[in-house]
C-alpha cells in the first residue's frame, strides 16, 4: 500500500487552527479509503474522518463535525484535515490511514506513524 507521512502537528491555543498532511508515497491513493484517526494513551485509536471509495460524501464523527475538514489532493497523493475552533480535548497523536476496500472501519492496511497535536486552554 505504500507509505503514509503526516506533518502538520504542534501547539496551539484553544479556538485556534492546524492543517494536517498526509503524504502518500507508492501506489496512488485516490482510489483508497483514507481515514483520519487520533490516539489519546491508553485509548483506542478514535476514527474522526473518512474520505471512503466510492463515496463522494467525507463522513465526520460527532466530536469534530463542522470544526474539521477532511479532503484528498489526488494529483499530490496526499489528503488533509483542517481542524479549527481546537478544544483541549482534541489534544492527540493524529494518524492517516489507507486500505483498499470500501467503509470506514478498522482494520486498515497501512498507518502513518502519526503527528502529535496539543490543545492548551
Known amino acids: 500500500q505504500g507509505q503514509l507521512v503526516e506533518s502538520g502537528g504542534g501547539s496551539v491555543q484553544a479556538g485556534g487552527s492546524l492543517r494536517l498532511s498526509c503524504a502518500a508515497s507508492?501506489?496512488?491513493?485516490?482510489?483508497?479509503?483514507m481515514g483520519w484517526f487520533r490516539q489519546v494513551p491508553g485509548k483506542e485509536p478514535e476514527g474522526i474522518a473518512c474520505?471512503?471509495?466510492?463515496?463522494?460524501?467525507?463522513k465526520y464523527a460527532d466530536s469534530v463535525k463542522g470544526r474539521f475538514t477532511a479532503s484528498r489532493d489526488s494529483a499530490k497523493n496526499t489528503v488533509y484535515l483542517q481542524m479549527n475552533s481546537l478544544k483541549p480535548e482534541d489534544t492527540a497523536v493524529y494518524h492517516c490511514?489507507?486500505?483498499?476496500?470500501?467503509?470506514?472501519?478498522?482494520?486498515?492496511?497501512?498507518w502513518g506513524q502519526g503527528t502529535p497535536v496539543t490543545v492548551s486552554s
Open positions: 507508492g501506489r496512488a491513493f485516490s482510489t483508497r479509503t
Open positions: 474520505l471512503a471509495r466510492r463515496d463522494p460524501t467525507t
Open positions: 490511514a489507507v486500505k483498499a476496500a470500501a467503509g470506514c472501519i478498522i482494520p486498515y492496511d497501512s
